[in-house]
């Protein structure tokens, strides 16, 4: 393997950094005993500027690249975002309804099936084997609004490595 730049992240598919390398786990790291990776990263992913500075934290996180996106949106090194579960809001669902056709006629039937519909109640019967004389339920007054409001995951399909960062190597140049 060739010699790493000074704070190059590489990913690893073990359980631990090589030497000379980092987990990027957010961890704090002494301005003293790192200054060349200090020159490079600063305090941009955290630390106090005078005595300590923070590797850049991926546990958990997709890596993106800054700038500007497709969308017109500027993403700036070192932010974060996102949300590993989110509540969708009806403000946000597609616009839709839900409407249940059923049969005008009497009901002579008492399981439902995919054959049948529903129908004019006869006691213990409510649906139909009959599929003319079909109308249109009125949705507000037949169906209730169901739904605990309770967030639900929102990560995408992932395969866990480890991103790690050279804390020693060759000094990149800028080009």
Not at 81 to 101: C, F, K, W, Y
Request: glycine share 10%; charged share 5%; proline share 8%.
């Amino acid at each position: 393997m060739s010699d790493p730049f000074v704070a190059e992240i590489r990913i690893f598919p073990f359980n631990f950094a090589p030497r000379g390398w980092a987990f990027c786990n957010n961890q704090l790291m002494p301005i003293s005993q790192n200054t060349a990776l200090f020159s490079l990263l600063g305090t941009t992913y955290g630390g106090d500027g005078k005595s300590t500075f923070a590797l850049p934290g991926l546990q958990g996180c997709a890596p993106m690249q800054q700038g500007q996106s497709t969308t017109g949106t500027f993403y700036d090194l070192g932010q974060t975002s996102g949300s590993d579960t989110v509540t969708v809001l009806q403000s946000e669902m597609a616009s839709h309804n839900h409407p249940i056709d059923g049969n005008i006629g009497q009901s002579n039937l008492a399981t439902p099936s995919p054959a049948r519909s529903l129908a004019r109640a006869n006691p213990g019967q409510a649906y139909t084997a009959t599929l003319t004389n079909i109308s249109q339920f009125s949705p507000t007054s037949s169906i209730q609004i169901t739904g605990g409001s309770q967030p639900h995951n929102n990560l995408m399909p992932y395969l866990t490595v480890n991103f790690c960062i050279a804390l020693q190597g060759i000094f990149p140049a800028r080009g």
